[in-house]
T-cell receptor
Framework: AQTVTQSQPEMSVQEAETVTLSCTYD???????LFWYKQPPSRQMILVIR????KQQNATENRFSVNFQKAAKSFSLKISDSQLGDTAMYFC??????????????WGLGTSLAVNP | NAGVTQTPKFQVLKTGQSMTLQCAQD?????MYWYRQDPGMGLRLIYY???????DKGEVPNGYNVSRLNKREFSLRLESAAPSQTSVYFC??????????????FGPGTRLTVL
């Protein structure tokens, strides 16, 4: 069974600085997707970034980038130039590439990030 | 383009009451999902619909039923609410159909309290 672990329950960073959130996962699958979702105090679940395991290039979306290490089963999220609006809970999630009838996202328990002025 | 919408945003029920949570998406997505989010437990899949006309159980289906009314709408019904169903409920949709996997996009959530 797949599992996702986020080892940092809480983190904080000063505005404009860079922070890295960790995520490790366990799977025997070769092809899969990895995601980072953001949940601000509004509770809305917002997709931040997505990585396909067969792609070696790390995904980037503006100030957000990932460090995907397939052999180590590691998928960290780097937030550059942190902004107050980045304050949120961040969830790492895993999905099989072809999940058949058992399609679900496997979620970590989240990292609460506070960006301080 | 509203994305995924959910109604209501908040609801308080008494034990034994029934209610239906509504979800609609305007992205022409094939698959739709219902999750619940509880403190310390992350998100858990209740039911999903891989395509119009099909529904399947997720990890925690007991006490719930779903209806995929059409391609746009996917409702979640609690027939006899219990305090253990107090949670935040999220609906999500994805482009993929059949056996493929794809990114899921989420609605704003419904906070349900069962007294």
């Amino acid at each position: 069974a797949q599992t996702v672990t986020q080892s940092q329950p809480e983190m904080s960073v000063q505005e404009a600085e860079t922070v890295t959130l960790s995520c490790t996962y366990d799977t025997s699958e070769n092809n899969y997707y990895l995601f980072w979702y953001k949940q601000p105090p509004s509770r809305q679940m917002i997709l931040v970034i997505r990585q396909e395991a067969y792609k070696q290039q790390n995904a980037t979306e503006n100030r957000f980038s990932v460090n995907f290490q397939k052999a180590a089963k590691s998928f960290s999220l780097k937030i550059s130039d942190s902004q107050l609006g980045d304050t949120a809970m961040y969830f790492c999630a895993f999905m099989k590439h072809r999940a058949g009838n058992n399609r679900k996202l496997i979620w970590g328990l989240g990292t609460s990030l506070a960006v301080n002025p | 383009n509203a994305g995924v919408t959910q109604t209501p945003k908040f609801q308080v029920l008494k034990t034994g009451q029934s209610m239906t949570l509504q979800c609609a998406q305007d992205m022409n997505h094939n698959s739709m999902y219902w999750y619940r989010q509880d403190p310390g437990m992350g998100l858990r899949l209740i039911y999903y619909s891989a395509s119009e006309g099909t529904t399947d159980k997720g990890e925690v289906p007991n006490g719930y039923n779903v209806s995929r009314l059409n391609k746009r709408e996917f409702s979640l019904r609690l027939e006899s609410a219990a305090p253990s169903q107090t949670s935040v409920y999220f609906c999500a949709s994805g482009r993929a159909s059949g056996g493929a996997s794809d990114t899921q996009y989420f609605g704003p959530g419904t906070r349900l309290t069962v007294l």
